[in-house]
């Protein structure tokens, strides 16, 4: 089973692997005095990359609840109406 940080890394590499048009990388960010690690996922004509954290994705998948092949492509299917719903640097 893969650590946290590796799967993190797997699955941002797998939706880089799998799109166009979107950017991808593993970044540490600070909120709330907490450091959590994420991917950020940007889009060009998008002023800020959206994050996301796979805190709980990781647990389900650790207890064997998750498979990546299709948790990466769920992710992968929500990307365009996760951008259609945030404001657009026009």
Same mark, same amino acid.
């Given at each position: 089973?893969?650590?946290f940080?590796?799967?993190?890394?797997?699955?941002?590499?797998? +939706?880089?692997e /799998?799109?166009?048009? =979107?950017?991808?990388?593993?970044?540490?960010?600070?909120k709330? *005095?907490?450091?959590?690690?994420?991917?950020?996922?940007?889009k060009?004509?998008?002023d800020?990359p959206? +994050?996301?954290? /796979?805190?709980?994705? =990781?647990?389900a998948?650790?207890k064997g609840?998750?498979d990546i *092949?299709?948790?990466?492509?769920g992710?992968?299917t929500?990307?365009?109406?996760i951008?259609?719903?945030?404001?657009?640097?026009?």
């Amino acid at each position: 089973m893969m650590k946290f940080e590796n799967f993190v890394n797997e699955v941002a590499s797998r +939706m880089e692997e /799998l799109t166009t048009g =979107y950017t991808f990388s593993v970044q540490v960010c600070s909120k709330l *005095n907490l450091k959590r690690l994420g991917i950020s996922v940007g889009k060009e004509g998008y002023d800020v990359p959206l +994050m996301l954290y /796979l805190d709980d994705s =990781y647990e389900a998948y650790a207890k064997g609840n998750l498979d990546i *092949n299709d948790y990466v492509a769920g992710l992968i299917t929500q990307l365009p109406e996760i951008f259609d719903n945030v404001p657009c640097v026009e």
